[in-house]
């Protein structure tokens, strides 16, 4: 088992960060778009960032399989034999990155006996790189600084619940559970960053009712987790990810 060390944190930052620097490449001029299999969209920005992550971690800890959302065709037959393995998401919320609105991430995340203990989200537009470890804290890095983060106290009673939400899957099971919050404000933003807006205090719950992949939440769970909120997956026990299937259900990350 790798021992989770400032060093490693501090090395998988690097990689989040160069892989963000080719993705800003492509998006700087004009790219093709395909459809996936699933009908969800990839282009050259998902590859470019995909390689370059994979021969990175591959450098940096070569006997830890990777597990990428480019190439995740591996049979459960051999992942059920991993102890640990890194969990990538290239690009994160390829439709903000087609849409041009900045709201993207490169995601990756270590996961040990099944459970994610270690995080990168790094945002290449707007400069903002959250990273977590267990028993390292959890930290935003911005303009050259860097600072620990907390999740938000929670609201005294008639204070305003803050609720983040997707900015392209939007949906009706999400106004219902809104509606045992009379006070609450919904923030739309696009890809993991839902999970560091828990994490960073600016907001108090992200529920998610649809469809999600184990790379887009590896790296926000642990930082979430780390920075005091807690994470929990309808019906799934833990180690969340250690299983055959890598959609996940519906979840609650909550600071309350």
């Not at 099944?114 to 995080?119: A, M, Q």
């Not at 960053?193 to 769970?221: I, N, Q």
Request: hydrophobic letters at 40%; proline letters at 5%; a negative charge.
């Amino acid at each position: 088992m790798l021992e989770l060390t400032q060093d490693l944190l501090d090395q998988v930052r690097r990689i989040a960060v160069a892989a963000g620097e080719a993705i800003l490449t492509v998006y700087q001029r004009d790219f093709s778009v395909e459809q996936k299999d699933d009908d969800s969209p990839l282009t050259e920005a998902d590859l470019a960032a995909h390689h370059l992550i994979l021969a990175e971690l591959t450098k940096l800890t070569p006997h830890v399989p990777v597990l990428s959302e480019e190439a995740a065709d591996i049979p459960w037959s051999e992942r059920q034999q991993w102890t640990e393995y890194w969990l990538v998401d290239p690009l994160d919320g390829t439709k903000e990155f087609i849409k041009r609105n900045g709201e993207f991430t490169v995601n990756i995340a270590l996961i040990q006996q099944g459970e994610p203990v270690l995080g990168v989200i790094h945002a290449p537009v707007l400069d903002k790189t959250y990273a977590a470890a267990e028993g390292l804290g959890a930290t935003r890095q911005q303009d050259g600084l860097t600072e620990t983060i907390r999740v938000a106290l929670t609201p005294s009673a008639g204070e305003v619940v803050k609720v983040v939400g997707s900015r392209s899957h939007y949906s009706a099971d999400i106004e219902d559970y809104l509606s045992r919050f009379p006070q609450h404000e919904l923030i739309a933003v696009g890809s993991s960053l839902k999970f560091c807006l828990v994490a960073e205090g600016s907001a108090h719950l992200y529920p998610r009712f649809g469809p999600t992949m184990l790379w887009d939440t590896g790296a926000g769970h642990v930082i979430a987790k780390v920075a005091g909120a807690q994470v929990e997956y309808q019906g799934i026990a833990n180690p969340a990810y250690h299983r055959e299937n890598l959609r996940n259900p519906n979840f609650l990350v909550s600071a309350l």
